[in-house]
């Protein structure tokens, strides 16, 4: 048996059967068996790695305006046809764009971007730039980009586009980046933008897509995926974790029910999880201790439970942890804060009851919070009626055994920890928690 085994063991057996008590002193050091992970989840579904490039790469498909000569243009007509019908409809332009519109070369047209279509090879409408225009006017976004046969980049957040895409965009055989936010899309989720299967970026957040997302979503082969700050109010599909997605946001949404199981599936890509602002429920699944790219992991402002499992221990690369303003409790494990990436833990605001060394450590470097909780002998803890009446009422969860999971080899704890003086030390630079800003109007 490992001595690092044992030693979580230790902490282990701690965090699961501690109880808030206002008497409490720090148990004798319990014995308890071993527990061997249960193989990971593994993904359903299976995708190809890495994915062929679309257009060529060596080409950047924005910067090529201008294109004053482009010789002939791929699908010129139907092009020219569709973007004066999408003209009339626009009864607000504040930066101009359709004042650009005029002629028969769309490449110069402000807004549009060219490249050369692969199976054509010549140059045709690879990109639109939309983002930022402010177009208002009834602008139905499904009838305009199926007339655009060889796009690539479709960007028009913070538009008026709407309108039900009410069949499926697989005529668009190079679409691969997808940027709706900030529209006035409604109804349900548009599942057929998910026939568009070449598609590595998606990005749908702030409009006012209800109800349920569909099982489909996540299995689908994306590099980002952002719903954030829709009126979604159902479960998170328990197949979450086939995504292949780095960048994962979620959040403010009414998500109901619990974190999958499944989450830990998604341990070879899942970077960033945005989580927060739902209304997620019951305890953490310890599969998510098997996210072990993960940098940033965020639960905050939900309605879970529990305690924190010890396979969080497993999270080697994790420097962002939000799970503040939850019901979460027991002692906050000591292999969470011997993580070396630790940089901005954030418990505040559950009902948490112990710290150990390394937790004080962190508390001391100011990277871990958990101001607000019931954590006696620390300041800006919450009251002891507030901590009593929480703990008056038994909060189990499902599958108690497993808190005590450890599906890795952890650093021995006689390991030295990082401190902040190291020099190799680099500040996160977390990428999601810009979609959670809202588009420039
Ligand atoms: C819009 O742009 C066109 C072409 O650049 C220009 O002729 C027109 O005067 C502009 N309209 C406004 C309102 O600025
Ligand atoms: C594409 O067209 C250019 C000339 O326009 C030609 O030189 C080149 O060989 C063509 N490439 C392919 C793959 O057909
Ligand atoms: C934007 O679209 C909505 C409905 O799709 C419509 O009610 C609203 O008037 C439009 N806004 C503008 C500025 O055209
Ligand atoms: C333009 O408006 C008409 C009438 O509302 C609508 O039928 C059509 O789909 C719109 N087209 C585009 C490209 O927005
Ligand atoms: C995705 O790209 C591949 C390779 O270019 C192409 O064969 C396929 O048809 C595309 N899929 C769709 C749905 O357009
Ligand atoms: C979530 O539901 C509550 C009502 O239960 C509602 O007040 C709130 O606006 C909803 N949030 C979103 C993002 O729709
Ligand atoms: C989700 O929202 C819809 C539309 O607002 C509402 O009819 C439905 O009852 C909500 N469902 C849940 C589970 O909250
Ligand atoms: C991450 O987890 C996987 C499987 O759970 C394991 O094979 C891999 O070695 C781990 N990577 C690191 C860096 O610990
Ligand atoms: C740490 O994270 C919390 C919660 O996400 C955030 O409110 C806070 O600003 C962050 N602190 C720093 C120093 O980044």
């Known amino acids: 048996m490992f ?27 319990p014995t308890c068996p071993t527990i061997s992970p249960p193989p990971r989840p593994t993904r359903t579904v299976t995708y190809v790695r890495p994915r062929p490039p679309l257009y060529d790469l060596s080409l950047r498909l ?13 699908n010129r007509a139907r092009i020219l046809a569709i973007t004066q019908e999408l003209k009339r409809n626009i009864t607000f332009d504040p930066q101009n764009y359709t004042g650009t519109w005029v002629g028969n070369n769309y490449c110069l047209f402000k807004g549009f971007y060219c490249d050369t279509v692969p199976d054509l090879n010549i140059t045709g409408l690879a990109g639109i730039d939309f983002n930022g ?7 139905n976004f499904f009838r305009f980009i199926t007339n655009l046969p060889d796009i690539a980049i479709f960007h028009a957040n ?16 190079y679409f691969y980046e997808i940027d709706l936010s ?3 899309f409604i109804g349900g989720f548009p599942t057929n933008v998910l026939s568009a299967t070449n598609l590595t970026f998606v990005d ?19 590099d980002v995926l952002f719903i954030n700050h829709n009126v979604f109010n159902r479960t998170i599909p328990s197949n979450f974790g086939n995504t292949p997605a780095l960048y994962l946001t979620l ?3 009414n998500f109901t029910g619990s974190i999958p199981r499944s989450i830990g599936a998604a341990w070879d890509t899942m970077t960033e999880v945005l989580l927060l602002g739902n209304k997620l429920s019951g305890c953490l699944p310890f599969e998510i201790g098997y996210l072990n790219r993960s940098t940033v992991f965020d639960v905050g402002s939900n309605r879970l439970t529990g305690p924190i499992p010890q396979s969080f221990g497993c999270m080697a690369k994790l420097q962002i942890l939000n799970m503040a303003h939850n019901k979460f409790y027991g002692p906050i494990p000591e292999v969470l804060c011997r993580l070396p990436n630790a940089f901005n833990f954030t418990l505040s605001n559950n009902y948490f009851t112990q710290v150990g060394p390394q937790c004080m450590r962190l508390i001391r470097l100011k990277r871990l919070n958990v101001n607000r909780n019931c954590i006696m002998g620390l300041p ?6 507030d901590c009593a009446s929480f703990f008056a009422r038994p909060r189990p969860c499902a599958r108690e055994s497993t808190f005590n999971i450890v599906p890795c080899r952890l650093p021995a704890a006689s390991m030295r920890t990082r401190t902040v003086s190291q020099e190799d030390e680099v500040p996160p630079s977390p990428r999601s928690y810009s979609a959670l800003i809202k588009p420039p109007h």
């Open 3 to 29: 001595p690092q085994l044992l030693f979580s063991t230790f902490l282990l057996f701690n965090t699961y059967f501690f109880q808030f008590s206002i008497a409490q002193t720090c148990p004798p050091p």
């Open 62 to 74: 924005l910067p090529r305006q201008p294109f004053n000569n482009p010789g002939p243009l791929a």
């Open 133 to 139: 225009a402010r177009f208002g006017g009834n602008l």
């Open 158 to 173: 913070s538009n008026n586009f709407s309108g039900a895409i009410n069949q499926g965009l697989n005529g668009l055989r």
């Open 182 to 184: 900030n529209n006035k």
């Open 204 to 222: 749908l957040r702030f409009n006012n897509y209800v109800g349920t997302v569909p099982r489909s979503l996540f299995n689908f082969d994306t």
């Open 251 to 253: 959040a403010s949404n």
């Open 380 to 385: 800006f803890q919450r009251s002891a009626a």
